[in-house]
């Protein structure tokens, strides 16, 4: 009889250990519940901490308050200039109601499905409104701020606040940026020969200026030139004159010397004279004046 009471007791003990492990839940920091009884929503819990239920009869949905992220395929956009856009996109979303998430959504499976539609139809409806310019460059955090709040607008009735949804990259189609990388080549090309032809032009322009500034130098350097030579010439006559004036004996035996010089160089120049010319008179006589004529026979 002991043994049967006390294993009636363990088995009893067992069984009320079940039923208060049952009867408690724990919530985590980053968790929110919502408490059912028989399929129906008695409690939310928000705060982490310990919990209690009734055992066997209401049951917990746990659901995730923090920051979800979902990635959403790649997809093509026309744009209202007609020009087709690979646009890849992202969001960003918490639950903020957790009975209204459950009630509409259910898990967050469900949930990611619902907002990717969502996220689609805003991207189509605010970048089809928008020029190709204005979604790569010009007013992209603009654009996105739009969809975000479109999307926000929509998701707050299934308990779903969307904290950013984001243009990853938003491009041509390969086909399209092959073209336009051509015709941007092209345009380059174009301004480059342009410019070249301009710097041609200018080079050309300058150097005819060059051109004509040396000429100008040259003859006005040959003019001064030329002004300063018969000023020295001028100088050296006046020079010789004063010379002349002083000694002509001397003045003309210098200048005998200078022709001597000129004319009987090293340059095998030959010349037919007479001895008794006036070019030799100072190789007759060291003064240069004439010989006396010989007497006449009586």
């Known amino acids: 009889m002991k ?11 067992l069984i009320a250990g079940f039923i208060g492990i049952s009867s408690v839940f724990t919530i985590n920091p980053t968790e929110q519940a919502v408490v ?8 939310i819990v928000r705060e982490p901490g310990l919990y209690f239920k009734f055992p066997f009869v209401d049951g917990v949905v746990r659901i995730d308050k923090r920051i979800l992220a979902l990635d959403l395929p790649e997809q093509e956009v026309i744009a209202s200039d007609q020009k087709r856009l690979r646009v890849d996109a992202f969001t960003r979303y918490r639950v903020i109601d957790p009975l209204l998430f459950y009630q509409s959504l259910g898990s967050v499976e469900r949930a990611n499905e619902q907002l990717a539609t969502f996220v689609n139809s805003g991207l189509r409806r605010v970048l089809g409104e928008s ?14 701020g739009r969809i975000r ?9 299934l308990g779903i606040a969307v904290v950013d ?8 189609p390969e086909a399209n940026s092959q073209a336009i990388y051509t015709r941007m080549q092209t345009e380059r090309q174009r301004e480059a020969a342009e410019i070249r032809a301009q710097g041609a032009e200018a080079a050309q322009r300058i150097r005819a200026r060059a051109d004509r500034d040396v000429v100008v130098i040259t003859a006005e350097a040959n003019r001064e030139a030329e002004r300063i030579r018969g000023e020295g010439d001028g100088q050296r006559n006046a020079i010789f004159a004063e010379a002349y004036g002083q000694d002509q004996d001397f003045f003309a035996f210098y200048r005998s010397m200078q022709a001597y010089e000129q004319a009987l160089g090293s340059n095998d120049t030959r010349l037919v004279l007479s001895p008794q010319s006036e070019f030799f008179r100072y190789f007759r006589l060291p003064s240069g004046s ?3 004529a010989p007497a006449t026979p009586q």
């Open 3 to 13: 043994g049967f009471a006390s294993g009636a007791a363990l088995i009893l003990i």
């Open 36 to 43: 059912l009884r028989f399929g129906q929503a008695i409690n």
């Open 131 to 144: 020029t190709f310019q204005q979604v790569v460059r010009d007013q992209r955090t603009q654009l996105m």
């Open 149 to 157: 709040e479109q999307v926000n607008q929509q998701a707050k009735g």
């Open 165 to 172: 949804v984001r243009i990853r990259r938003a491009d041509l």
């Open 290 to 292: 004439a010989a006396p």
